[in-house]
């Protein structure tokens, strides 16, 4: 009950969460705003599913997605070790990172890079957490543009090839005011416990 009363929301939000769910269960692909830019996201554990999304952006499969998770709790299930570097990093964080841990659990094949590692974002805007911890499972998390063209920096901005491939538009008053408009940090954490900022 105390978990239900943390995520109580409000009554719009609700209904485009519950519709985006309705489609990431059946393997659908949903265009929706992150805390960053807006993105196109799948169930991150269903590899059909995000064959789709390689497919809408053209991408080639051998590139690994960032996927978005609720909380430590549902990290915890999907990396084999949550390293103490990446609990400080969440802890001091003030701006939307994505970290690469080492040794990715549970996801789709083609989700994770070929070493096995996979970047993974707690979120910072209520509508990608909310959705998350709704649907409990990670959510993949990619640019909603075409391969090789700019990222869009808000709803207006993405092509409308895009809007029409995916099989869910969330509505574009789901954007929050907090929302970057610019792709997230990268941190990569090695099995050792080293850092590396792939980009800031």
């Known amino acids: 009950m105390a978990a239900r009363q943390a995520y109580k929301m409000d009554p719009k939000m609700e209904v485009q969460i519950n519709k985006a769910i309705e489609i990431l269960k059946t393997g659908g692909v949903i265009l929706y705003p992150t805390d960053t830019i807006w993105g196109l996201g799948c169930d991150a554990t269903n590899q059909d599913a995000v064959k789709k999304v390689f497919a809408i952006k053209q991408r080639e499969e051998s590139k690994s997605l960032v996927t978005l998770v609720s909380d430590l709790d549902m990290l915890a299930r999907y990396v084999e070790t949550i390293p ?4 400080d990093l969440i802890e001091v964080n003030d701006v939307p990172m994505t970290i690469i841990y080492p040794k990715a659990i549970g996801l789709a094949s083609n989700v994770v890079a070929e070493d ?8 910072m805007n209520e509508f990608c957490r909310q959705l998350c911890f709704k649907f409990r ?13 700019n990222p869009p920096k808000g ?3 993405i092509d409308p090839q895009i809007k029409e491939a995916a099989d869910y538009v969330v509505h574009p008053s789901m954007e929050e005011k907090n929302s970057t408009h610019r792709a997230s940090q990268i941190i990569k ?3 050792n416990g080293q850092i590396q900022i792939i980009r800031k």
Not at 84 to 87: G, P, R, S, T, Y
Not at 141 to 149: V, Y
Request: net charge neutral.
């Open 116 to 123: 096995g590692s996979v970047g993974i974002r707690i979120p």
């Open 189 to 191: 954490l090695g099995a």
């Open 84 to 87: 103490e570097a990446a609990l």
């Open 155 to 157: 709803f207006k901005d």
């Open 137 to 149: 499972r990670p959510i993949v998390s990619t640019s909603a543009n075409i391969s090789g063209e």
